[in-house]
């Protein structure tokens, strides 16, 4: 490690705030300690219990037809599918130590986002997370990034293995996320660290003495105590960050911000990240896989069907209209002599108002792949190309796909007489349905629907288990 770097290195560790995993720190603390002399006894911090041996990332044999058929800095699947990783300690910028230490940097992950997003031959995008967060700076720029980019382009992530803190506010901002059956999600928390060690400067026979201008200016002096006035302003920035981190978490999730923060800041594994909000499937990275491509089939169907509705014949319906509102507004012309003089020029026709045809299309587009969306979270795919053709409106779709819902889940009310009541998500939905129907006197359908708009991630996990496969006994 170049000496000149360990400066650079310490100020990017000590007295910021950080979104990472505090064992995670522990591990960096026990590798660079050494190199900032210090000893073993001064890089146990408190409440962070041992440190951890890091996982190294295994790698994989490189497929030699996939080499030859793309030179993207990411996989590409011969079905379109960008792989992008997100791995290692993840920190704002790139630099020659980041391959070295594991570390991976937002920036190279905003370009092979970007690229990915950009090329009309990627189809669908999916993160494949392996993570224990890092740093804060361009952290939530990258975040809202990927967040805006699901209208563009299916955008999936799976936690394989871990997703915490900065890394979950990446993985939870695509539009669906997978965690695998030992996999973990959440840390939704901001933690920082400040290095005292006056103690061993005193026994080593040191005095630092720090001239400055401005009373703030030396509060995080590594030589010194903490003072109380510096430790209420870091706690201040960790409060502020902590609000933004939250924030973003619960607009990616659609949960309410009371729910994020009542997890404190816990690690939610497998089945109980599902529970929580956090993921919305256990799976594998194929099972992921396989589900962005379907999103990416189905937008490409919708593309298709949209663009073929908007086919508009020129002079057709818009001339027409053009007529009758120029025939409505126009004020009463006067009567006057036919007669042209031969001096005379007649006046030009008024222009009339030109269609624009492309913004029509691409307005199209845009609720025709909502549908298609919509329709596929509601398990009726094979609804998509009829709720097209009825020119519902999107609200119109929702509220039918919600009515459609309701109906199914009140005849599996009734046959639960006879084949036992239904568990999971579906079973407590329906628990729901029905104090609310009884609560306000409202048919059990119109309770459902109420139900699932009250707690969507109930619906979410109605949905998950589902589409889960189904054993064979």
Same mark, same amino acid.
């Given at each position: 490690?170049?000496?000149?770097?360990?400066?650079?290195?310490?100020?990017?560790?000590?007295?910021?705030?950080?979104?990472?995993?505090?064992?995670?720190?522990?591990?960096?603390?026990?590798?660079?300690?050494?190199?900032?002399?210090?000893?073993?006894?001064?890089?146990?911090?408190?409440?962070?219990?041992?440190?951890?041996?890091?996982?190294?990332?295994?790698?994989?044999?490189?497929?030699?037809?996939?080499?030859?058929?793309?030179?993207?800095?990411?996989?590409?699947?011969?079905?379109?599918?960008?792989?992008?990783?997100?791995?290692?300690?993840?920190?704002?910028?790139?630099?020659?130590?980041?391959?070295?230490?594991?570390?991976?940097?937002?920036?190279?992950?905003?370009?092979?986002?970007?690229?990915?997003?950009?090329?009309?031959?990627?189809?669908?995008?999916?993160?494949?997370?392996?993570?224990?967060?890092?740093?804060?700076?361009?952290?939530?720029?990258?975040?809202?990034?990927?967040?805006?980019?699901?209208?563009?382009?299916?955008?999936?992530?799976?936690?394989?293995?871990?997703?915490?803190?900065?890394?979950?506010?990446?993985?939870?901002?695509?539009?669906?996320?997978?965690?695998?059956?030992?996999?973990?999600?959440?840390?939704?928390?901001?933690?920082?660290?400040?290095?005292?060690?006056?103690?061993?400067?005193?026994?080593?026979?040191?005095?630092?003495?720090?001239?400055?201008?401005?009373?703030?200016?030396?509060?995080?002096?590594?030589?010194?105590?903490?003072?109380?006035?510096?430790?209420?302003?870091?706690?201040?920035?960790?409060?502020?960050?902590?609000?933004?981190?939250?924030?973003?978490?619960?607009?990616?999730?659609?949960?309410?911000?009371?729910?994020?923060?009542?997890?404190?800041?816990?690690?939610?594994?497998?089945?109980?990240?599902?529970?929580?909000?956090?993921?919305?499937?256990?799976?594998?990275?194929?099972?992921?896989?396989?589900?962005?491509?379907?999103?990416?089939?189905?937008?490409?169907?919708?593309?298709?069907?949209?663009?073929?509705?908007?086919?508009?014949?020129?002079?057709?319906?818009?001339?027409?209209?053009?007529?009758?509102?120029?025939?409505?507004?126009?004020?009463?012309?006067?009567?006057?002599? *036919?007669? %042209?003089?031969?001096?005379?020029?007649?006046? /030009?026709?008024? @222009?009339?108002?030109?269609?624009? =045809? #492309? !913004?029509?299309?691409?307005?199209?587009?845009?609720?025709?792949?909502?549908?298609?969306?919509?329709?596929?979270?509601?398990?009726?795919?094979?609804?998509?190309?009829?709720?097209?053709?009825?020119?519902?409106?999107?609200?119109?779709?929702?509220?039918?796909?919600?009515?459609?819902?309701?109906?199914?889940?009140?005849? *599996?009310? %009734?046959?639960?007489?006879?084949?036992?009541? /239904?568990?999971? @998500?579906?079973?407590?939905?329906? =628990? #729901? !349905?029905?104090?609310?129907?009884?609560?306000?006197?409202?048919?059990?359908?119109?309770?459902?629907?109420?139900?699932?708009?009250?707690?969507?991630?109930?619906?979410?996990?109605?949905?998950?288990?589902?589409?889960?496969?189904?054993?064979?006994?």
């Amino acid at each position: 490690m170049k000496a000149n770097y360990l400066p650079h290195l310490a100020g990017r560790v000590f007295g910021v705030p950080l979104l990472i995993q505090p064992q995670k720190l522990s591990v960096i603390l026990q590798a660079i300690g050494p190199r900032l002399g210090l000893r073993q006894a001064e890089i146990e911090i408190e409440g962070l219990g041992a440190p951890v041996v890091a996982r190294m990332p295994v790698d994989e044999e490189d497929d030699p037809d996939e080499m030859a058929r793309s030179q993207k800095p990411y996989l590409v699947t011969p079905e379109g599918i960008a792989v992008i990783a997100v791995s290692g300690t993840l920190v704002k910028k790139a630099s020659w130590l980041d391959a070295a230490s594991g570390m991976q940097s937002y920036e190279s992950i905003r370009a092979d986002f970007q690229d990915a997003v950009r090329d009309p031959r990627i189809q669908g995008i999916l993160l494949d997370v392996d993570s224990p967060g890092g740093e804060v700076g361009g952290l939530f720029d990258l975040a809202d990034e990927i967040y805006h980019a699901r209208a563009e382009k299916p955008c999936m992530a799976i936690a394989d293995d871990d997703a915490f803190s900065a890394a979950y506010a990446i993985a939870s901002s695509a539009q669906r996320l997978f965690v695998t059956r030992t996999g973990g999600v959440g840390s939704v928390g901001v933690i920082a660290l400040h290095l005292d060690q006056s103690g061993f400067d005193e026994k080593a026979g040191r005095k630092y003495t720090a001239i400055y201008a401005g009373a703030r200016k030396n509060d995080f002096n590594p030589h010194e105590p903490l003072s109380g006035s510096a430790k209420d302003e870091l706690q201040a920035e960790i409060d502020r960050l902590y609000d933004m981190f939250v924030g973003t978490v619960a607009r990616n999730r659609e949960m309410k911000p009371a729910l994020v923060r009542n997890t404190e800041a816990g690690l939610c594994y497998a089945e109980k990240a599902i529970s929580a909000g956090f993921a919305d499937q256990v799976g594998t990275f194929d099972d992921a896989l396989t589900a962005v491509l379907e999103a990416a089939t189905a937008r490409k169907q919708v593309r298709v069907a949209a663009s073929a509705a908007t086919q508009i014949p020129k002079g057709e319906t818009t001339m027409s209209q053009q007529v009758e509102t120029k025939t409505a507004d126009a004020p009463a012309v006067p009567t006057v002599s *036919t007669e %042209v003089k031969p001096t005379e020029t007649p006046a /030009p026709a008024a @222009a009339l108002p030109v269609v624009d =045809a #492309a !913004a029509i299309e691409t307005r199209l587009r845009a609720e025709y792949e909502e549908i298609a969306v919509l329709c596929t979270l509601s398990g009726h795919p094979e609804l998509v190309a009829e709720l097209i053709a009825s020119k519902k409106t999107v609200a119109q779709v929702r509220e039918h796909l919600l009515s459609l819902k309701a109906q199914e889940s009140q005849r *599996t009310a %009734v046959q639960s007489h006879v084949q036992g009541s /239904p568990t999971g @998500a579906e079973g407590q939905l329906n =628990a #729901a !349905a029905q104090q609310l129907a009884a609560s306000r006197n409202i048919p059990f359908a119109q309770a459902y629907v109420e139900a699932m708009k009250l707690h969507p991630e109930l619906y979410q996990q109605y949905l998950a288990e589902k589409s889960a496969p189904v054993r064979a006994n």
